[in-house]
């Protein structure tokens, strides 16, 4: 069973077709892929209708056709995102409202063909709800049964502690996992990742706050940089463009080089293995990409290759 390894499906649905994804989908199950990670406004920004929702519907459609294999996969949704206007967004994003989010899961759960979710997320914050309702909300959904857990993205370390703090207050469920941006590569300081969110980045606070709070997971999205560590036609965003790049990258060569393998994995390798160590979220376009995301969660870093890697600068 593969845990520490989830696969994107933001893009399932929309760019990738059905067909595709579903061999996609069939391929990581057969290896031991167990969570697959989706969103309510999947992909709103690529379908002409402007609304997201085709992600949930295409995973649906593949479990319902799939007898069983509900029973084998953890699927991860998100809500808050899911623009109320087409072509408006963020200014339109649905908030995180109770009505919002009881709206969300129970439209979530009608496209994906399930009575519930293994993982819940609040995708943005809300600055429009009061994070006391947003946790009491979510806090409700644990505790009819409809998910089992809850976690955050995007959010600034002080409210997922504040949120945190206000459901133990409550007696509720609270969030035991952030997702963010995390990749081996950092970007310059006060340049936002490219997805536009504030706080989207994993910086040394964040991870200081999960090393000091271990119930607590980081799930990592776009860790290979939407091909930017090995494909030519894929070049590096710009907030990456600085002097430290071209020392890790150098660094990342040589682990590579060593281990008989290649950027990608090294860098998959890097996360899974990382004190906190992250799940990387994946979205690939082929069975190929996919292997590789597989085998690069099963490499082993030895303590002087990993030390190399942390210490370049």
């Not at 379908?47 to 929702?53: Q, V």
């Not at 995102?81 to 979530?108: W, Y």
């Not at 006060?190 to 607590?216: K, N, Q």
Request: net charge negative.
């Amino acid at each position: 069973m593969i845990e520490n390894l989830a696969l994107g499906a933001m893009l399932f649905g929309t760019v990738q077709d059905e067909h595709r994804s579903f061999e996609i989908l069939d391929r990581f199950v057969d290896a031991g892929g167990v969570w697959i990670d989706t969103a309510n406004c999947y992909a709103f920004w690529a379908d002409p209708t402007g609304f997201g929702g085709q992600s949930e519907e295409l995973l649906g459609r593949w479990m319902a056709s799939r007898p069983g294999v509900r029973d084998r996969v953890r699927i991860s949704t998100k809500v808050g995102c899911e623009p109320t206007e087409a072509g408006r967004f963020p200014e339109t994003a649905e908030g995180l409202s109770a009505g919002a989010v009881k709206s969300g899961i129970e439209d979530s759960l009608r496209r994906l063909g399930t009575d519930h979710v293994e993982l819940y997320w609040a995708h943005m914050p809300d600055p429009a709800t009061p994070l006391e309702e947003t946790v009491a909300a979510f806090g409700d959904l644990v505790s009819a049964g409809t998910v089992e857990r809850l976690g955050c993205s995007n959010y600034p370390v002080w409210q997922v502690e504040l949120a945190r703090q206000l459901a133990r207050e409550h007696g509720g469920a609270g969030f035991t996992a952030v997702q963010q941006r995390h990749t081996y590569l950092r970007p310059r300081p006060a340049i936002r990742p490219g997805e536009g969110h504030r706080f989207a980045a994993v910086t040394d606070e964040v991870l200081h706050y999960l090393e000091h709070h271990p119930d607590m997971e980081l799930w990592a999205y776009t860790p290979l940089l939407s091909g930017g560590y090995t494909r030519a036609d894929k070049p590096l965003p710009q907030e990456y463009d600085h002097p430290g790049t071209v020392r890790r990258l150098a660094v990342l060569d040589e682990i590579a080089a060593e281990t008989g393998t290649n950027r990608n994995r090294v860098v998959l390798a890097w996360l899974t293995g990382g004190h906190p160590a992250a799940t990387p979220i994946v979205g690939v376009s082929s069975v190929e990409q996919l292997d590789e995301a597989i085998a690069g969660v099963a490499l082993e870093l030895t303590a002087d290759q990993r030390w190399r890697l942390d210490s370049a600068v």
